[in-house]
């Protein structure tokens, strides 16, 4: 389901564009009754000023395309969109393989969805209904962005009257000392809007943050509904009772992890008072994991150490959220090339006479990452309000200074240790709380189970999420194959060197462990070619990289097992085989 809620109307349109006179208001019937508003327009130009002035998605019949200053129309007004807009555009084609003339002129636009005719109502409904949700994204991240420059407008007034007050502070002093009073008002009225603006830049921190998270959190929202669309594709297809348990199991846990993401993005936009509770570290961070990994980048791997008899915290549970969120964003920083964050947690019992005087039983968590590593001569500074060694933009030197002000008001202790070349640790010693009531069913993971089925159709399934792989698992058992799932790139060059006799390789793109779908692609090419490979992803960045490899298949994620077959059928349409294909 969308996490993203509909916003201005006008926003939501549906634009069509159709020669034809039967089809425009064929296709405005058929999203009509889907609950969407649209307009048909009567030309290029109309359909253009009608974009720029909000709109949530153009369907567009390719035979609009045809007339060449019509077709140069619409790139160019693409080209002119600002950086968060990239209005998705939906080309009916004729039925032919390839881009037709017309729409190719869109193929380098990256929010382009291609729907070759004739095609189903309900396929057209979906995929209007999808690229109205990346729109909705798209106009959110430009009301953060308006939102962030009315704070900085606000912050710099309130700064440059500090300034001019700074100026004549002096003056007034010498001139008029018998209003000394007076002036020690107006100090006062001084550092409380100096609390203001901290709070208002803390404020638009927040806001920053979810915008560095916004791409990973699409990559991972689109996993979601994968697992869901798949497993309703699935249920319509099935009766066994025992399959429809398995699926419907996934599917819950896939809406559970998306309502918990939600509810993790919601914390940051809100300003809370700190309020300790006991809060169980394994499921905390447990569910913050889609939320970590958004804001670090495929390069980095998360390892997660647990002690098996770890004790409760008491502390605020937003507060520590934000704060591994930021500890998280220094060390990808700190890692330009890759590397591991890894974040573990210990019972410490402490008697007094440690260098910072704490009695009593604690939570030792630790934030490490492989990085570049803090010179000495700093070391000391970084838990300093406003000090940082990004460049200008890039931080506000608040981070650290929250993570130690946290720690300090959760009643413990927060240190750092570093060496340059060698990497960061960040300690926190928060105070052990009561007993926590674990909800196993919420807290913990579906797994997939690994299946070994020999048949005529081999493939070798690479998919690091759980519950995507489970799916998939079922998707293409229901389609008559035998998938044996492994997690990663590593993983699958050694399955393929220890068993030649797999038929295809099943990738997703992004993945850990230093090596994504592409890499892999090509080493299978070169050691086993006559392999087909097909990629798999939901992730934008990725899939316009992918889509410049030359030989390889690529499936935009969330599919159905019609769009798996085809493809299946397709990889196997370059090799010859004497084995035939089926659908069961």
């Known amino acids: 389901m ?5 916003g201005n109307p006008q926003d939501e349109r549906v634009l069509i564009l159709a020669p034809s006179h039967r089809d425009g208001p064929t296709l405005a019937t058929v999203l009509a009754r889907a609950g ?3 307009k048909i327009c009567g030309d290029m130009q109309e359909l253009c000023h009608d974009l720029s002035n909000g709109a949530g998605v153009a369907v567009i019949a390719e035979e609009s395309l045809s007339d060449p200053r019509e077709a140069a129309c619409l790139p160019a007004f693409l080209e002119r969109q600002p950086p968060w807009s990239e209005p998705p555009i939906v080309v ?7 881009h037709g003339r017309g729409s190719q002129a869109l193929v380098d636009h990256g929010n382009l969805v291609l729907l070759e005719r004739p095609f189903s109502s309900a396929t057209l409904v979906s995929s209007v209904r999808s690229a109205l949700r990346a729109r909705r994204r798209q106009y959110q991240i430009r009301d953060h962005l ?5 704070n900085e407008a606000r912050l710099g007034a309130k700064e440059q009257e500090l300034r001019q007050l700074n100026e004549t502070l002096e003056r007034r002093v010498r001139e008029r000392t018998a209003e000394l009073e007076e002036v020690n008002r107006q100090l006062v009225d001084e550092i409380r809007q100096r609390q203001e603006a901290e ?3 803390r404020h638009a921190q927040k806001m920053e943050a979810i915008g560095q998270l916004t791409g990973g959190v699409a990559h991972d929202f689109n996993n979601l509904l994968m697992v869901v669309c798949g497993g309703v594709n699935l249920l319509e297809r099935t009766n066994d009772t025992a399959q429809r348990a398995r699926i419907l199991s996934g599917m819950r846990d896939a809406a559970a992890r998306g309502e918990a993401l939600t509810r993790q993005l919601l914390a940051f936009s809100r300003r809370t008072a700190l309020t300790p509770e006991p809060i169980d570290l394994p499921s905390l961070l447990e569910g913050m994991r889609i939320l970590i990994a958004g804001a670090l980048r495929g390069d980095i791997v998360i390892d997660i150490k647990m002690a098996p008899d770890l004790w409760p915290v008491l502390t605020d549970p937003t507060q520590l959220n934000l704060v591994i969120l930021n500890l998280a964003v220094n060390a990808r920083d700190a890692m330009p090339d890759g590397g591991t964050l890894t974040i573990a947690a210990t019972n410490a019992t402490l008697e007094g006479s ?11 968590l630790e934030v490490r990452d492989t990085g570049v590593g803090i010179p000495p001569e700093i070391l000391d500074r970084v838990f300093e309000p406003f000090f940082t060694t990004k460049e200008i933009g890039k931080g506000t030197g608040l981070g650290l200074s929250q993570v130690y002000g946290f720690a300090k008001q959760s009643g413990g202790h927060a240190e750092i240790c570093s060496r340059e070349g060698d990497g960061t640790s960040v300690i926190l010693y928060l105070p052990r709380g009561e007993a926590v009531a674990q909800d196993n069913a919420q807290t913990q993971l579906s797994r997939s189970e690994e299946k070994g089925v020999d048949g005529p159709h081999r493939i070798l399934l690479v998919e690091d999420n759980d519950a995507v792989a489970a799916l998939v698992q079922e998707m293409l058992e229901g389609l008559g194959f035998a998938p044996r799932r492994v997690a990663n790139a590593r993983e699958a060059l050694a399955a393929l060197e220890n068993d030649q006799n797999f038929d295809l390789v099943f990738s997703d793109i992004v993945m850990p462990g230093g090596m994504n779908g592409i890499e892999l692609a090509r080493a ?3 050691k086993t070619p006559e392999i087909p490979v097909i ?4 992730y934008s960045a990725a899939l316009r990289h992918a889509n410049g490899v030359d030989g390889l298949q690529i499936l935009r994620k969330p599919y159905d097992m019609d769009t798996l077959n085809t493809a299946l059928r397709e990889a196997w349409g370059g090799r010859e085989s004497s084995k035939s294909i089926t659908v069961s």
């Open 354 to 364: 440690n260098r910072f005087a704490l009695a009593g039983e604690f939570v030792r």
């Open 36 to 38: 969407l508003i649209t």
């Open 2 to 6: 969308s996490m993203i809620r509909p």
């Open 535 to 538: 990629l798999a992803t939901g």
């Open 199 to 201: 709070q208002s830049l």
């Open 92 to 98: 009916a084609m004729a039925p032919r393989k390839g």
């Open 146 to 150: 308006l939102e962030h420059e009315r």
């Open 524 to 526: 299978i090419k070169r």
